[in-house]
């Protein structure tokens, strides 16, 4: 049971609704849907060692051991180790206890006043996260492997009392202390994932084909109906993390670390990335960089737009985490008005510093040398690109000096300009290319960018021109027109652009939907193709001596029908008696078409014999489709 994003908005509206009218009759309910599972994996397992023992008492009985019968026993045996599936082990470095025995020390305090589970292990990571993970042995039968997950970027971003409540929320989905229940759905709908996900990438067709049609229709629906109590657990964690480490470091973690994140992606990386335009190596001190970038204190301006963008976030069900103003609002000792939250202070010591000790010296070498060997080589190569690219601009700017660019010269030293030099460099040179080309949309988009980010409001029209132009930008430009009003304290009109963007891209993937496949009874309409395209595409077709006729049309769309599906349908010469393999014939065919003709849009391809025969009579209905056909002798 697959749900579409609008029909799984309306089960969880209603679902959120009954949990608060009759909590125990949804839990109860959710209980039941758990079970379920368990009883269909159980009822196979019993069906398997049913027939195992019968064939097994046959062959005793009988004293009869044919081939055919060790054979089916032998797949029998098998087929039961399903429940075993193998989980795979989270990867990252794991660290031992005797390296590290305050970080050990400092978990196991935490695990024991929270009643959670030992772990067998801790692994840091090159991420921004921290997560618990059990990995069942022995598949839905249990015996859990428990794993902690720690991203070492968070541990440098944040106080060790901050970093003990980020640890304290994940060890509160495992916590005794609270709703056993809870913790055990939490825990089943990422078993179940999991099984799922192992089961069809696993390669045991046999095994996936009895399980395939449960687990599609299970999954979603027991993920769907536990929604609503894997949020009210998120909220159960804050709570351990309240009793563990207090209201206001709980907080403080929460805003910090949001902060960071943003500052990471949107400023330290940017900045280290753009380092290849001048660098031909990558850094090797990436690690360095970001504990002295976390203990200088981040401009406040920048850090404001951070935590306003991180405040304008609204729940979705998209995740079952809260927005962090729900999280934050659920302490209920905080400023009504939380746009008034101070920001942390700087920290001085990093929870990677006090918690792992003279370790950590060595774990930023490690990951350094580990950032560096995943970058060297795409670096360099980005590094040689640049230079080339560097080298026409020069060109470019040389010539412009002696004459005038045409318009394909002049689009391509914007590019370079905004790549190579800095925002007011390019300004003046977008302005001569929009007076002439007024409709570009990139222009209109860069245009609109640059005036922003220099505070100016009449870049407004130029992104909303860029996003009338071209539908790819739309959500570009509602992110762009969003952070200037969220950075101007204008939280309403900011977040039209969001749900502006959220209702785009659900459109976007209604739209590429109905454009990844055709059927016969689909509605089509004539190619619209001028002469010239016409001439050039029969051109192309007269090369390939085994095409008869072809049909061009255009499939009918229901969402953004500016941007056109064309149907190219082929029909092949009637084969001599003597010719075998037409499936074989007919995908050769295809293949060539697919990687050979030159088409200026979006172009479906098919062979009209076959499977798709029956598309010939639609295709053949639609005025002017019939764009290409040999002459019969």
Not at 576 to 602: C, H, M, Y
Request: include cysteine; proline fraction near 4%; hydrophobic fraction near 40%.
């Amino acid at each position: 049971m697959a749900f579409n994003q609008e029909k799984f908005d309306i089960l969880i509206q209603k679902l959120e609704v009954f949990a608060r009218k009759q909590p125990s009759a949804y839990k109860l309910r959710v209980a039941l849907i758990a079970i379920l599972g368990y009883a269909y994996i159980f009822v196979i397992l019993a069906a398997t060692l049913a027939l195992l023992t019968g064939i097994i008492w046959l062959m005793l009985t009988s004293r009869s051991f044919n081939a055919r019968a060790i054979q089916v026993t032998i797949f029998l045996l098998a087929f039961g180790l399903i429940l075993w599936v193998s989980f795979p082990v989270p990867t990252g470095l794991y660290l031992k206890r005797e390296d590290f025995p305050s970080l050990y020390a400092f978990v196991d305090e935490l695990s024991s006043k929270l009643q959670a589970p030992c772990f067998h292990s801790i692994l840091i990571t090159d991420d921004f996260n921290a997560a618990v993970m059990q990995r069942p042995r022995l598949g839905l039968l249990g015996w859990q492997q428990n794993y902690l997950i720690i991203g070492l970027p968070l541990m440098l971003a944040l106080t060790k009392e901050q970093f003990r409540a980020v640890l304290a929320h994940e060890l509160g989905h495992l916590s005794g202390n609270h709703s056993r229940f809870s913790a055990w759905i939490y825990r089943q709908r990422s078993t179940w994932y999991r099984l799922a996900k192992e089961l069809g990438e696993g390669g045991n067709e046999t095994s996936w084909f009895i399980f395939e049609q449960f687990l599609k229709w299970y999954v979603p629906f027991f993920n769907a109906y536990s929604f609503v109590l894997a949020r009210m657990n998120e909220y159960e964690a804050d709570k351990c993390a309240l009793e563990i480490a207090g209201t206001k470091n709980t907080a403080e973690a929460l805003i910090n670390a949001e902060i960071k994140a943003r500052f990471l992606e949107s400023s330290f990386f940017s900045n280290i990335y753009k380092r290849v335009n001048t660098e031909i190596e990558p850094p090797k001190s990436v690690f360095i960089e970001m504990k002295a970038a976390f203990i200088k204190e981040i401009d406040s301006t920048e850090s404001n737009l951070y935590l306003k963008q991180a405040l304008a976030e609204k729940t979705n069900n998209s995740d079952t985490h809260p927005c962090l103003s729900d999280r934050l609002d659920a302490f209920q000792c905080l400023p009504k008005n939380l746009e008034k939250i101070p920001l942390p202070n700087t920290i001085t010591a990093s929870a990677a510093r006090e918690v792992l000790g003279t370790g950590l010296d060595k774990l930023i070498e490690h990951f350094n040398q580990v950032w560096y060997d995943q970058m060297a080589t795409p670096w360099r190569q980005k590094y040689a690109q640049l230079q080339e690219s560097l080298s026409v601009l020069n060109e470019l700017e040389k010539k412009s000096q002696k004459h005038k660019l045409n318009a394909e010269e002049s689009w391509q030293r914007i590019q370079l300009t905004l790549n190579f030099k800095d925002e007011s460099s390019t300004l003046p040179l977008l302005q001569d290319f929009l007076d002439i080309n007024e409709n570009h949309a990139l222009a209109n988009y860069f245009m609109g960018e640059i005036l922003l980010n220099q505070q100016n409001t009449s870049g407004l029209k130029y992104v909303e021109k860029a996003m009338d132009k071209e539908i790819q930008l739309v959500i570009d430009g509602c992110q762009l027109i969003y952070s200037f009003f969220i950075k101007h304290d204008d939280i309403n009109t900011a977040n039209l652009y969001k749900q502006r963007a959220e209702k785009h891209y659900d459109k976007l993937l209604k739209a590429e939907e109905e454009r990844e496949y055709i059927r016969p009874k689909d509605k089509y309409q004539p190619h619209g193709l001028s002469k010239l395209q016409l001439k050039s595409l029969r051109q192309q077709l007269s090369c390939y001596s085994e095409i008869e006729k072809v049909y061009l049309v255009q499939k009918v769309l229901e969402h953004f029908p500016e941007k056109p599906l064309y149907i190219l349908g082929v029909m092949r010469k009637v084969a001599s008696w003597g010719e075998v393999d037409t499936p074989t014939k007919n995908a050769e065919l295809l293949k060539q078409l697919s990687d050979k003709i030159e088409f200026s849009g979006r172009l479906f391809t098919l062979i009209l014999t076959g499977e798709h025969s029956d598309f010939e009579k639609p295709l053949s209905k639609v005025p002017d489709a019939l764009i290409y056909q040999t002459s019969k002798k």
